[in-house]
């Protein structure tokens, strides 16, 4: 509007103030007519915020220029303000995506308008002459989650994703058996697909690690998980291709310790607008031993009868194969349908000796096993899926179906000398073990995403899973030097689950509000045994407050189930030694987590309260065979647990060139269990203990950088067994060449050789100390070379297929 004075007479001083004043109440009621626009930036491909992504408002016409703009916040939401109404353009920049630009009409009058979210593509930027390198923090926190960039990092080259989970925070592997924040019942997802826990050593360590991208270590899953996620859940991402094209990565290593170690791996990627096409393939071999020592008192009853000196020497070869490939094609760039398929193979062939000494008051009885031993496991996976986007806001449907077939084999064949007190002659036996085992798993899921706007997500789905397992025992006693036909055991487990979930995520300003209810319907069978069935309603909330741009807090409550696994079912006996065997329990019932947790996030920093009540909890116990003076490993559902637990995660960078981030873990853990002796009386236990962690690399120019990696743990239990304290420290240094496209480097694992720690007991009648000591510190010399395009760009879905089932094929 424009204003006009006589010009008969000219403008006074208290017309000049009145016009201004009148200037002021105009623009006052422009401002409380104000339009905003609200908004998300997200990554079209992962999914994931666009922290602090550039917004911008512009006119329609040519030349454009700019009304507004903004950043958005560390999750990615924007606001806008407009004054005027009319035609705009809105632009959403950040750097290594393709900026957004979409129209945006403004009517007159106060208003809010939802631009919902606005996904963008990564894509290659070329600043004329400037290059510009980024790296990725290696450990991010995030309000839910830690997640782990392995493929920017030097822990890739060489090692395999089992020993870096080794080395992620928070994560403890004890006796080839994975705990998360002290819990053990974690799921494992690789690209989508859960993992099989039966041999979690093997199949993990058929994974190289040069073609892991990043691991998202999850303490609070949604409901969109599956319920027997009670320890919480690790996601494993192979790198995807960036742009069309193709690119390929071949690897190997050479490893020495006191054995010998290589391996192989390879991959290829070929990106087209309508096809997406990925293999990967490793094989690799490693040496290595099993050397101890072991002490037990023998009882009857609660009498101590006897005393046992054991050692062992076992010299085992481990071989680990691998591939996958996946075949995603593109109807329309909103409709995908595409297949997968896994392979993963591992066995450990072993031979060795066992001499045990048994002190009884009649005299000395000595016990010399030579033993041989052969474990062998094939899991194979196909997937057949189909993904449609419904809306421009990111809504879609993704049904999927899989076929999985596990099979395992356990051979033991032992020569025994036994000479008793009243003979100096030796007594030879010998007789052999063999349980093989095949699992047939039929999954069928359907998951729908309902996105509204940038504020309101609704996720549901169905799931139907039929396990069917056939597993043998066939025991054999040679006699006159020939094996009979021995005794054969047949056995089986049945069981069907249906599941259905909903999870609603809703952002009122700061506040986000998450609420999950998974149901699940679930009728098993072991062998010839009656049907058994239930249902169960499993609740997740979460809440999460902004508080400011650096700190966020957020509570969290679920519950969960830990189903057995199906091995811990099969009730047969597998002998370890001539005093000790593991044998399955065909009574076990699933166990039921009540978690609540309290994080906070500041600047990085991140601070984890929570604490897991366990009734009826699964735990590793022992009977007691008094005739045989033999003690058997199984599983049994005790009293109650109670877990308590305080994470720190602080990163920090004393120098550009040096980045640090450092994990600390306090626990206190309370458990109660039957007596071996008397089930009926109840036995408590509790302790505090803590971990401690430090990842530090150093960046020093061309081409070159090293990483130091220490762990320390403090002694700590699990049911009646007692760990002592152990370290691990690892150093290891890699040189760039060839443009950045090669890479060879150098690793010290296990420096001080602290990674074997003593185990030990004093339960009566489990009442023994071993110490086990492996081929752990090693050198490994690791070279990479990549080809082809670098920055390939993928559409290839992600699928979660069998995710609860293939967990529960653990030991």
């Known amino acids: ?88 353009q809105l632009q959403v920049l950040m750097l290594g995506y393709a900026t957004h630009t979409q129209p945006v009409v403004l009517a007159a009058g106060p208003a809010t308008v939802s631009l ?41 080259a060489g090692n395999d994703a089992y020993s870096i989970l080794g080395m992620a925070p928070s994560v403890q592997l004890l006796e080839g058996k994975l705990t998360f924040r002290g819990k053990a019942n974690v799921l494992i997802y690789l690209n989508g697909k859960r993992l099989p826990g039966a041999n979690l050593e093997a199949v993990l360590a058929s994974i190289p690690g040069d073609q892991i991208d990043r691991i998202e270590l999850i303490s609070n899953p949604s409901a969109k998980y599956d319920a027997d996620a009670s320890g919480g859940v690790i996601e494993i991402y192979t ?33 087209s607008p309508k096809l997406d096409f990925v293999t990967n393939a490793s094989l690799a071999s490693k040496g290595g031993f099993e050397r101890g020592s072991y002490r037990r008192t023998l009882y009857q009853g609660f009498m101590p009868v006897a005393s046992l000196e054991q050692q062992n020497d076992l010299d085992k070869t481990l071989r680990d194969n691998s591939f996958s490939t996946s075949l995603n094609y593109h109807f329309t760039p909103k409709t995908t349908i595409g297949f997968d398929f896994d392979l993963t193979q591992g066995s450990l062939t072993g031979a060795g000796w066992t001499r045990a000494t048994v002190t009884e008051r009649a005299g000395l009885t000595r016990n010399r096993v030579e033993d041989e031993v052969y474990l062998s496991q094939t899991f194979v996976n196909y997937t057949l899926f189909a993904k449609h986007q419904l809306d421009s806001l990111g809504s879609s449907l993704l049904v999927s179906g899989n076929y999985a077939r596990f099979s395992s084999t356990q051979q033991q064949t032992f020569g025994q000398y036994l000479q008793v007190p009243s003979d100096s002659l030796e007594t030879r036996s010998s007789f052999r073990n063999d349980i093989p085992a095949t699992y047939r798993i039929y999954t069928g899921v359907l998951d729908y995403a309902k996105i509204w706007n940038a504020c309101t997500r609704l996720e549901t789905g169905l799931k139907y899973t039929a396990t069917r397992n056939e597993s043998r025992q066939l025991i054999q006693t040679l006699q006159n030097g020939e094996w009979p036909a021995g005794t054969t055991n047949l056995t089986g487990y049945q069981e069907h689950i249906g599941a259905a979930y909903l999870n609603l995520n809703q952002t009122v300003g700061k506040l986000s509000l998450q609420a999950g209810l998974r149901g699940e319907l679930t009728r098993y069978r072991v062998g010839a045994g009656p049907d058994s069935s239930y249902v169960n309603l499993f609740p997740n909330l979460r809440a999460d407050y902004q508080v400011s741009d650096s700190y966020s807090t957020s509570l969290a409550y679920a519950e969960n189930i830990h189903r057995p696994a199906y091995e811990s079912l099969i009730p047969y006996e597998r002998l370890l030694d001539t005093y000790t065997s593991t044998k399955g329990n065909a009574a076990l019932r699933p166990e039921y987590a009540h978690s609540l947790s309290w994080n906070h996030l500041y600047k990085g920093y991140g601070l984890q309260l929570s604490h897991t009540i366990t009734p009826n909890a699964i735990s590793s116990v022992y009977t007691y065979d008094q005739p045989q003076q033999r003690l058997v490993y199984t599983q049994q559902n005790v009293a109650r647990q109670h877990l308590t637990s305080l994470t720190l995660t602080a990163p920090y960078s004393p120098a550009k060139w040096w980045s640090m981030t450092n994990t600390g873990n306090l626990y206190h853990r309370e458990l109660s269990f039957p007596n071996p002796l008397d089930n009926a009386a109840v036995l408590r236990k509790s302790k505090t203990y803590f971990t401690l962690s430090s990842d530090n690399t150093f960046n020093l120019g061309h081409g070159w950088s090293t990483r130091l ?28 060449f060839w443009d950045k496209k090669a890479s060879l480097k150098l690793d010290v694992l296990d420096l001080f050789y602290q990674l074997n720690f003593q185990v030990s007991s004093n339960v009566v009648p489990v009442v023994n100390t071993s110490i086990n000591y492996n081929d752990t510190r090693r050198v490994r010399l690791s070279f990479t070379y990549n080809l082809g395009k670098t920055d390939l760009k993928s559409k290839r879905v992600e699928t979660t297929g069998n995710a609860a089932e293939r967990n529960r094929l653990g030991q």
Do not use: H
């Open 239 to 271: 790198k995807r291709s960036k742009t069309l094209g193709w690119n390929a990565n071949l690897g190997g290593n050479l490893s020495q310790g006191q054995r010998r170690g290589s391996g192989l791996n390879g991959g290829l990627r070929l990106s």
């Open 116 to 156: 919902g979210t606005i996904g963008l593509q990564p894509a290659t930027q070329q600043l004329g002459e400037v290059t510009v390198t980024a790296q990725r923090q290696l450990l991010l926190q995030k309000p839910d989650r830690v997640v782990m960039n392995v493929g920017e990092s030097l822990l890739g």
């Open 1 to 88: 509007m424009r204003y006009f004075a006589p010009t008969a007479a000219p403008v006074t001083t208290s017309l000049r103030r009145a016009l201004l004043l009148l200037v002021v109440l105009l623009t006052a009621t422009a401002a409380r007519a104000q339009t905003t626009l609200t908004g998300r930036a997200i990554d079209l491909r992962t999914q994931e915020a666009l922290s602090f992504s550039t917004v911008v408002l512009k006119t329609a016409g040519e030349p454009a220029t700019i009304v507004t703009s903004a950043l958005a916040d560390a999750q990615g939401n924007f606001v806008l303000k407009a004054s005027q109404a009319g035609n705009y």
């Open 709 to 736: 990696y220490a762990l320390y743990n403090s002694p700590s239990f699990n049911g009646l067994t007692d760990y002592d304290s152990y370290s691990y420290v690892m150093l290891s240094a890699k040189k760039s």
